[in-house]
C-alpha cells in the first residue's frame, strides 16, 4: 500500500478533495494508496477536522516549539517517515521548508500553489494577478525544489480574470480549480502517468490533457 502524507497549516479545503477523491475513487483498491496521516503545524487547522472526520490519523507539531527551522523540519521528517510515505502533499501548508527536508524528499514531495507558476510565487497570489492586469490566473501543482514555488510543473489549470474580480471572487475561481487538479495530479503521480526525470516532469501519452486545464 502506497502510504500519503498531506502537510497542512489551516482551512484545508485542498486535503477534503484528496479525501473525497479517494474515497470516491476508492484509491485503496484502485490505487493501491491511501491517505495515511495528515499533520498540521498549527493546532487550530480546521483541516485536522477534516482529517479526522474521515478516519484519517492527524499529528499536530508546532513549529513554535521548536529552537530552529532545521529541528523542526528534522522533527517533522520523522513524523512523515513513521509512515514512509510514497508522497508527501504540501496542501496549504505555509511554512518554508530546509534543503535537508527538500533533498530528502526529492521526487515525492508536491505543492499546491496558487497561480500559473513562474508567474506570482510567494503570498498574495490573487493580489499580485489583479495588480499585474493579468487576463488568466489559475493554479499549479509541482514538486517541491530547493526554489521557493520553483520546481517542475506536473498540472496546471488555467481561469480567466474577469473586469469586476476582486482578490475574493477571483481566489474562490481558482480554489474551485485548486479542488479538481490536486487531486488528479496525485492520482497520475501514483499511476505512474507522471515522473519526474532530470528534473523535468515526464507526462505520459495521453494524459496531456489532464494536466493542462482551461476552465471557462
Ligand atoms: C490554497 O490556495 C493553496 O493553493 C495554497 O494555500 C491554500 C490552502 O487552502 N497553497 P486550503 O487549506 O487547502 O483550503
Redesign the pocket.
Same mark, same amino acid.
Given at each position: 500500500m502506497k502510504n500519503i502524507v498531506c502537510l /497542512? %497549516? $489551516?482551512? $484545508? %479545503? #485542498?486535503? !477534503?478533495?484528496l479525501l473525497a477523491a479517494a474515497g470516491a475513487e476508492r484509491w485503496a483498491e484502485t490505487l493501491d494508496a491511501r491517505i495515511a496521516a495528515v499533520i498540521s503545524n498549527r493546532p487550530g @487547522? @480546521? $483541516?485536522l477536522a477534516r482529517a479526522k472526520a474521515a478516519g484519517v490519523p492527524t499529528q499536530v507539531l508546532e513549529h513554535g516549539a521548536f529552537p530552529s527551522r532545521d529541528a523542526f523540519d528534522v522533527a517533522l521528517m520523522q513524523a512523515i517517515d513513521a509512515h514512509q510515505p510514497a508522497l508527501v502533499v &504540501? *496542501? $496549504?501548508?505555509?511554512r518554508v521548508l530546509t534543503q535537508r527536508f527538500v533533498s530528502h524528499y526529492a521526487g515525492r514531495l508536491i #505543492? /499546491?500553489?496558487?497561480s500559473l507558476l513562474p508567474a506570482f510565487p510567494g503570498l498574495a497570489t490573487h493580489r499580485q494577478a489583479l495588480a499585474s492586469g493579468v487576463r488568466v490566473h489559475g493554479?499549479t501543482v509541482h514538486f517541491v525544489s530547493h526554489e521557493v514555488d520553483g520546481g517542475a510543473i506536473i498540472g496546471q489549470s488555467v481561469v480567466p480574470v474577469r473586469a469586476d474580480d476582486t482578490e475574493e471572487t477571483l *481566489?474562490e475561481r481558482? &480554489?474551485v480549480q !485548486?479542488h479538481v487538479l490536486l487531486p488528479r495530479c496525485v492520482r497520475l503521480l501514483l499511476q505512474g502517468a507522471v515522473s519526474l526525470r532530470d528534473g523535468r516532469v515526464h507526462v505520459q501519452a495521453g494524459h496531456d490533457q489532464e494536466v493542462a486545464v482551461a476552465a471557462w
Open positions: /497542512i %497549516s $489551516g482551512r $484545508g %479545503s #485542498n486535503l !477534503e478533495a @487547522a @480546521a $483541516g &504540501l *496542501a $496549504g501548508f505555509m #505543492n /499546491i500553489h496558487p493554479a *481566489a481558482v &480554489l !485548486e
